[in-house]
């Protein structure tokens, strides 16, 4: 079993910056994709970025492209989701997930194929 913890939320103004961080607990020895997801009021749980094991392959939902950047630190078993330029429209509860797998530079985009998943953080944009 894994537990993810996410931090790092908050409220940021327009144009503002936060970094959120995961950490995966339990089984982590295993080899875990991670990604990304969020929620806003009323709508579907959306994918946001997701990062192989070894961290080498990345990829981004395009409203986030260029502002985002998801990055790991398999040595802390920590997750990053660096947040740049942020806008009212990128408000949302964020969800770290893991996904086990046996492949180190596979990325996984869809929230079914993750196994485990944090409780959330909220982020909220004001404009």
């Known amino acids: 079993q894994v537990r993810l913890v996410e931090s790092g939320g908050g409220l940021v103004q327009a144009g503002g910056s936060l970094r959120l961080s995961c950490a995966p607990s339990?089984?982590?020895?295993?080899?875990?994709?991670m990604g990304w997801f969020r929620q806003a009021p009323g709508k579907d749980r959306e994918f946001v970025a997701a990062i192989s094991w070894s961290g080498d392959s990345t990829y981004y939902t395009d409203s986030v492209k260029g502002r985002f950047t998801i990055s790991r630190d398999n040595a802390k078993n920590t997750v990053y989701l660096q947040m740049n330029s942020l806008k009212p429209e990128d408000t949302a509860v964020y969800y770290c997930?893991?996904?086990?797998?046996?492949?180190?530079?596979?990325?996984?985009?869809?929230?079914?194929?993750?196994?485990?998943w944090g409780q959330g953080t909220q982020v909220t944009v004001s404009s």
């Open positions: 997930a893991a996904k086990l797998t046996i492949y180190s530079s596979k990325y996984y985009r869809k929230r079914s194929e993750y196994d485990y």
């Open positions: 339990g089984r982590t020895s295993l080899r875990y994709a």
